[in-house]
Nanobody, 123 residues
Framework: VQLQASGGGLVQAGGSLTLSCTAS????????MAWFRQTPGKEREFVAG????????GYAASVEGRFTISRDILKSTLSLQMNNLKPEDTALYYC?????????????????WGQGTLVTVSS
């Protein structure tokens, strides 16, 4: 499975961005998917995840209420709507496909990763 992430960019604090991730094949539709992010010198951290049915979703506490994850099974896409962005949201954002049907907050549970898309939030 190959993942192509897009939608990153430069935005002012309080603004919005939508990230998209397209999987190369529908195999990913049977698996949980998630967004992670990483800044220089820090561990990659879980942002949001969704189970294979596109139902149950979970968020990091730092983004709860501001970010919304969604997926289109037929189009093999995963999206992340980010509102009220803060400078601390600045990071390289990665989409990932889990080994199982459910998302996880742990990196080791993911088999495939996209190349990352950069989000920069200015104050």
């Amino acid at each position: 499975v190959q993942l192509q992430a897009s939608g990153g960019g430069l935005v002012q604090a309080g603004g919005s961005l939508t990230l998209s991730c397209t999987a190369s094949r529908r195999t990913a539709s049977n698996n949980g998917m998630a967004w992670f992010r990483q800044t220089p010198g820090k561990e990659r951290e879980f942002v949001a995840g969704m189970n294979w049915r596109g139902g149950d979703a979970g968020y990091a506490a730092s983004v709860e209420g501001r970010f919304t994850i969604s997926r289109d099974i037929l189009k093999s896409t995963l999206s992340l709507q980010m509102n009220n962005l803060k400078p601390e949201d600045t990071a390289l954002y990665y989409c990932a496909v889990a080994r199982k049907s459910f998302y996880s907050r742990r990196q080791m549970e993911y088999a495939y990763w996209g190349q990352g898309t950069l989000v920069t939030v200015s104050s």
